[in-house]
């Protein structure tokens, strides 16, 4: 049996095409898998789960439907859909996973993570991150009809395009040191996350032994999925 990561769905209305393509593999491949790990951005947005939209609907029904048919599935928060809570886990079976988290992972302890953390070069995304977990403003958005909030998540996204534009790809990748002190502080081997974007297996040293992170990919250009099992891990493209 194999343990199914993937991240950065992103599912919305920018990029229809995923919604079909996620729900033939919640339905195929993952429904014969050991476990489906989501590591965030599963949503392009999300105001709160009062708010899911019609374009969400047949990825909350897939979900249903595999956790239902016993593959257990595990999501995490990302940076487009940190308001995922409890209601979204009971209608779809879900559990959702804090990030980061450690897990056993066929006798290896690994690290999972979004990635977003790790990104400590960009200064203005961590001020912004670390206001968008406040629970105070988190409350105060929460409040607000769901027009006030799909208005403030486009104003938000139109916002975060500007910016980048004026952003290296170095700045917005994650910081060297900090994936080593994420994985030192934890005393793992091992570390998978996504958010940047760029697939790849990566091998470094920890506290002077070797260890290995692994990138998942988006879903709109890589379609990527890692899978793993007692043999290893694979990382490829959707196929």
């Known amino acids: 049996m194999t343990t199914l990561f993937i991240a950065d769905i992103h ?4 990029h229809p095409e995923i919604s079909p393509r996620f729900c033939d593999f919640l339905y195929d491949e993952a429904s014969r898998a050991t476990a489906l790990y989501i590591l965030g951005d599963l949503f392009e947005v999300w105001i709160g789960d009062d708010g899911h939209q019609p374009e969400h609907a047949a990825a909350i029904t897939a979900l249903q439907q595999l956790t239902q048919s016993g593959v257990p599935a595990y999501v995490m928060h990302g940076n487009r859909d940190f308001l995922l809570g ?27 993570m979004h990635g977003d953390s790790l990104c400590t070069d960009d200064h203005e995304y961590l001020q912004f991150r670390a206001q968008m977990r406040n629970p105070a403003w988190q409350q105060q ?61 990566h091998e470094l040293t920890v506290d002077l032994h070797p260890a290995q992170r692994i990138v998942l990919g988006d879903w709109y250009q890589q379609q990527s999925v890692l899978r793993c099992d007692a043999g290893g891990c694979q990382l490829s493209n959707l196929s």
């Open 86 to 112: 409890s209601q979204f886990a009971t209608e779809t079976g879900c559990t959702l996973i804090d990030d980061p988290i450690v897990i056993d992972l066929y006798g290896k302890p690994t690290l999972l």
């Open 11 to 14: 599912l919305g209305n920018e």
């Open 141 to 201: 958005f929460l409040s607000q009809s769901v027009e006030q909030r799909l208005a403030t998540a486009r104003h938000y996204r139109e916002e975060s395009r500007r910016r980048n534009q004026g952003k290296t790809q170095e700045i917005m990748d994650v910081n060297a040191a900090a994936v080593i002190e994420a994985m030192a502080a934890h005393g793992i081997s091992q570390l998978i996350h996504g958010h940047t974007h760029r697939p790849a297996l």
